[in-house]
T-cell receptor
Framework: DADVTQTPRNRITKTGKRIMLECSQTKGHDRMYWYRQDPGLGLRLIYYSFDVKDINKGEISDGYSVSRQAQAKFSLSLESAIPNQTALYFC????????????FGEGSRLTVL | RKEVEQDPGPFNVPEGATVAFNCTYSNSASQSFFWYRQDCRKEPKLLMSVYSSGNEDGRFTAQLNRASQYISLLIRDSKLSDSATYLCAVIPYSGAGSYQLTFGKGTKLSVIP
């Protein structure tokens, strides 16, 4: 089983719908991240959390919200999805090892029609 | 200027060739540097950290040039299995306790038989 698990892996939805992407990890890491990846734009940080009581905005947080329900769980919500939020979303974790070593989930491909 | 910029690619090289990628960063106070590898439709995975003195891992050599603010990745004796997208990543200095990894857009490498 993967150490960082994302659900759903694929989702097609319509404009205006609320979507939640979930991430859980078994690595015991405190730090968790949500990135989105778009062709030609690379990986961009949406939100990150260094522990259960800590939430921080990343580069592109508008239109997104997150919840850190437990050390092992970090969910990303799109309150009202729009087509330009169509992307590949990655959850990642990092722990007490070398700063900069992120462990990514397998990704959630979201299509907003 | 983007915080982290990479050679646009794609690089198409024959098996056995040596190929080099560069990545420039804009924040001179950046503190940590990395190369990640991302296979098609997969999550990124850490390939290697980049140390000030340069470092080597088998056929892969990473170097840092702080004066010119770039990092490089050299792959010798390319294998078909090296075909992937290579992402450089930097932790730009933005205050105490900040560990936000910033990625370049990636350079695609195709090794041809």
């Amino acid at each position: 089983d993967a150490d960082v698990t994302q659900t759903p892996r694929n989702r097609i939805t319509k404009t205006g719908k609320r979507i939640m992407l979930e991430c859980s990890q078994t690595k015991g890491h405190d730090r968790m991240y949500w990135y989105r990846q778009d062709p030609g734009l690379g990986l961009r940080l949406i939100y990150y959390s260094f522990d259960v009581k800590d939430i921080n905005k990343g580069e592109i947080s508008d239109g997104y919200s997150v919840s850190r329900q437990a050390q092992a769980k970090f969910s990303l919500s799109l309150e009202s999805a729009i087509p330009n939020q169509t992307a590949l979303y990655f959850c990642a974790t990092s722990g007490g090892g070398a700063a900069g070593e992120l462990f990514f989930g397998e990704g959630s491909r979201l299509t907003v029609l | 200027r983007k915080e982290v910029e990479q050679d646009p690619g794609p690089f198409n090289v024959p098996e056995g060739a040596t190929v080099a990628f560069n990545c420039t960063y804009s924040n001179s106070a950046s503190q940590s540097f990395f190369w990640y590898r991302q296979d098609c439709r997969k999550e990124p995975k850490l390939l290697m950290s980049v140390y000030s003195s340069g470092n080597e891992d088998g056929r892969f050599t990473a170097q840092l040039n702080r004066a010119s603010q770039y990092i490089s990745l050299l792959i010798r004796d390319s294998k078909l299995s090296d075909s992937a997208t290579y992402l450089c990543a930097v932790i730009p200095y933005s205050g105490a306790g900040s560990y936000q990894l910033t990625f370049g857009k990636g350079t695609k490498l195709s090794v041809i038989p």
